[in-house]
């Protein structure tokens, strides 16, 4: 089994930046794909960015060229840098793995998840 932890989630104003980390442990060698998923008050969780085990990286619309995923070599680390935050990019941003790529192209039932970090961004 994959364990993962997130951090690094916190308070911006619009425009701001803020980069999340996640750390996986546990049976990495067997992590396909990354990513991060986010659930904003009263809306589904959504899959924001992907990242696969080739290195291949796969971003929603509502944050291409403002986000960007990233992680080391050995799978252990995972990032996600967030630039030119919106409100309306306020929501519990949750790091997940899993078998296909990009991750949202599987059922949330087949991931592993952390905890969830909030980002709260004001205007």
């Known amino acids: 089994q994959v364990q993962l932890r997130e951090s690094g989630g916190g308070s911006v104003q619009s425009g701001g930046s803020l980069q999340l980390a996640c750390a996986a442990s546990g049976y990495t060698d067997s992590i396909y794909s990354m990513g991060w998923f986010r659930q904003a008050p009263g809306k589904e969780r959504e899959g924001i960015a992907s990242?696969?085990?080739?290195?291949?990286?796969f971003y929603t619309d509502s944050v291409k060229g403002r986000f960007t995923i990233s992680r080391n070599n050995a799978k252990t680390m995972l990032y996600l840098q967030m630039n030119s935050l919106k409100p309306e990019d306020t929501a519990i941003y949750y790091c997940?793995?899993?078998?296909?790529?990009?991750?949202?192209?599987?059922?949330?039932?087949?991931?592993?998840w952390g905890q969830g970090t909030q980002v709260t961004v004001s205007s």
């Open positions: 990242i696969a085990r080739d290195g291949s990286t």
């Open positions: 997940a793995s899993g078998p296909c790529s990009p991750l949202w192209r599987c059922s949330d039932s087949t991931h592993a």
